[in-house]
Structure formats: structure tokens, C-alpha cells
């Protein structure tokens, strides 16, 4: 649960920071424990944090302490469901591969990022990665998630 907020941003990272402005308020649906979002943190005004996980709240609270970061806040709940703030910049990465009511979830992310909303996601959803090793495990295939194309459709 942890990355270093202060670390270099990866080239994946870069361009994602490169849509930000110094201004912007980021509401960041599911940010985790803030791999994403923290390094952003330090390049706007502030960045609110969506997460339903309590202990991925507990994560992200401590590393942006760890990190001396000040400018970020949580709102624990569920997405689309969480009476959430606006913002600038709505910004997922990598939920929308369990969404399963997907329409509901993308208006409310238009909502809350007046000015953009970024989603992420892998070519290749990261839960595939170990297909082979899965079905090794688990004695049957593992059943892919969907990632940009189907997000996209």
C-alpha cells in the first residue's frame, strides 16, 4: 500500500501530472492508498480522495503524513453512491475494471471534474497479468476483466 509520494513520476504518471494545473482540486475515485495521487498532491491545491476501503483510507492518511503532504483529504464511500465534492479534475485509475454499472458511474465522474475527467486503465487489465499462474492455482481459467477497449465501447 505504499509508494513514495516524492518519488520521480513514472512515465504512466507523467502524463497523467501533465494535465494538471496548480489550481486544480482533484477528486480521486479510489485512490487507494494514493500511489497516484499523492505525487499529484504536491502539483495543485488539493486532492480529495474517494475510497470505500477503511483500511486503504487508514494507508493514505498515513502516507501522506509520511509524506508531509497537507493538501489532501478523504471522503470514505462507495462510488457512484458517496455524496462526494467537486473538483476540477475527476480522476480514476484502474476502477472501472470491477464497475458494473459503468453509465451512473461516468456521469457522476462528470459532476465532479468541472473542467476534466482522466480515466486510466491498462491495455491489459492487471488482474490478467497472471492468467496462467490463476488457473494453475485455482484449477480453471481466470475470467478477464475488461479493460480500455471494453471501456471505451
Same mark, same amino acid.
Given at each position: 500500500m505504499k509508494a513514495d509520494p516524492l518519488r520521480s513520476l513514472g512515465p504512466n504518471l507523467a502524463v497523467i501530472a501533465s494535465y494538471m494545473e496548480a489550481d486544480d482540486v482533484i477528486i480521486d475515485v479510489g485512490g487507494g492508498a494514493g500511489r497516484m495521487s499523492l505525487p499529484l498532491a504536491l502539483r495543485c491545491r488539493e486532492v480529495i480522495n474517494v475510497e470505500p476501503s477503511p483500511t486503504?483510507?487508514?494507508?493514505?492518511?498515513?502516507?501522506?503524513?509520511?509524506?508531509?503532504?497537507?493538501?489532501? %483529504?478523504i471522503v470514505e464511500g462507495e462510488w457512484p453512491d458517496v455524496d462526494a465534492p467537486t473538483g476540477s479534475v475527476a480522476l480514476v485509475n484502474h476502477v472501472t475494471y470491477m464497475t458494473r454499472e459503468i453509465v451512473p458511474f461516468i456521469k457522476k465522474l462528470?459532476?465532479?471534474? %468541472?473542467?476534466?475527467?482522466?480515466?486510466?486503465?491498462?491495455?491489459?487489465?492487471?488482474?490478467?497479468?497472471?492468467r496462467v499462474l490463476y488457473q494453475?492455482?485455482?484449477?480453471?481459467?481466470?475470467?478477464?476483466?475488461?479493460?480500455?477497449?471494453?471501456?471505451i465501447n
Open positions: 486503504m483510507a487508514i494507508g493514505f492518511r498515513t502516507n501522506a503524513a509520511g509524506a508531509g503532504i497537507g493538501n489532501t %483529504r462528470e459532476q465532479a471534474g %468541472r473542467r476534466r475527467v482522466l480515466i486510466t486503465v491498462n491495455s491489459v487489465p492487471g488482474l490478467s497479468f497472471q494453475l492455482v485455482h484449477g480453471e481459467a481466470e475470467e478477464i476483466v475488461p479493460g480500455h477497449v471494453e471501456l
